[in-house]
């Protein structure tokens, strides 16, 4: 098994190339003060997920990674409700949104709450 096979994995990939797609039609003038933020934000929930996998050996280090990715799923949520609320995005992408992110959220939290089953606190 790879990251790229765990659940949160994919579904944070897949929400992340949805807002990268989404986010094409912003305006201009949010290229770095939205644009960037949300995409550098859901990316790095994807990203977090891959590095705690390969930190699985160590258990503090694999929850840790977890805990950051979870923040960036968090934070992408904030950054979806500014762009709402700027109308760059219709009012239903946010609650799909977050509806996907609280199910990636509930998965990482699985993860942290059961590194062992990930292979986490063994040596590899």
Same mark, same amino acid.
């Given at each position: ?6 659940? $949160?994995?994919?579904?944070? +990939? $897949?929400?992340?190339?949805?807002? +990268?797609? @989404? =986010?094409? /039609? +912003? ?11 949300? @995409?550098? =934000? ?5 990203? *977090? ?7 699985? /050996?160590?258990? @503090? ?11 960036? *799923? ?10 709402? $609320?700027?109308?760059?995005? #219709? ?7 977050? #509806?996907? /992110? ?6 990482? *939290? ?11 606190? @063994? $040596?590899?």
């Amino acid at each position: 098994m790879d990251y790229s096979d765990l659940l $949160a994995y994919k579904k944070a +990939f $897949a929400i992340a190339m949805e807002i +990268f797609e @989404r =986010s094409k /039609n +912003f305006p201009a003038e949010k290229k770095y003060s939205l644009t960037v933020q949300i @995409r550098r =934000s859901s990316r790095s929930v994807c990203s *977090n997920i891959a590095e705690s996998y390969h930190k699985r /050996n160590c258990p @503090r280090h694999f929850t840790s990674k977890l805990t950051d990715s979870d923040g960036e *799923n968090s934070e992408t949520l904030v950054w979806l409700e500014f762009a709402s $609320a700027g109308k760059y995005i #219709d009012k239903e992408t946010p609650q799909s949104v977050e #509806d996907e /992110n609280k199910e990636i959220g509930k998965l990482m *939290n699985y993860m942290i709450v059961n590194p062992e089953k990930f292979g986490s606190g @063994r $040596a590899i």
